[in-house]
Nanobody, 120 residues
Framework: QVQLVESGGGLVQAGGSLRLSCVAS????????MGWYRQAPGKQRELVAA???????NYADSVKGRFTISRDSAKNTVFLQMNSLKPEDSAVYYC??????????????WGQGTQVTVSS
């Protein structure tokens, strides 16, 4: 069993900041990549930022220069620092992990999501 638990969402005014955290736990052998997706009402889930095991990162154009993804590999934790937030950043943010389990199965796992609301 693998669990991803997010924290750090909330309500913030436009221009403010939030930091999301996601901890992966359970039968994990190794993590290939972790990242953040978001889904606003009536819209498809979209990639926000991702980080591969080697440290390479990928960001959505809409968040470049404002959001930063980082990790603590020893703790299987990924962070998303969100600055200069805009109302259009409001969404449920989901943590995602591409990993190998201890029984050598590769899988893609999701957290339960955390709500981010940016008021104008």
């Amino acid at each position: 069993q693998v669990q991803l638990v997010e924290s750090g969402g909330g309500l913030v005014q436009a221009g403010g900041s939030l930091r999301l955290s996601c901890v992966a736990s359970g039968s994990i052998f190794s993590i290939n990549a972790m990242g953040w997706y978001r889904q606003a009402p009536g819209k498809q889930r979209e990639l926000v930022a991702a980080m591969a095991s080697g440290g390479s990162t990928n960001y959505a154009d809409s968040v470049k220069g404002r959001f930063t993804i980082s990790r603590d590999s020893a703790k299987n934790t990924v962070f998303l620092q969100m600055n200069s937030l805009k109302p259009e950043d409001s969404a449920v943010y989901y943590c995602n992990a591409d990993l190998w389990t201890t029984v050598r199965r590769r899988g893609n796992y999701w957290g339960q999501g955390t709500q981010v609301t940016v008021s104008s």
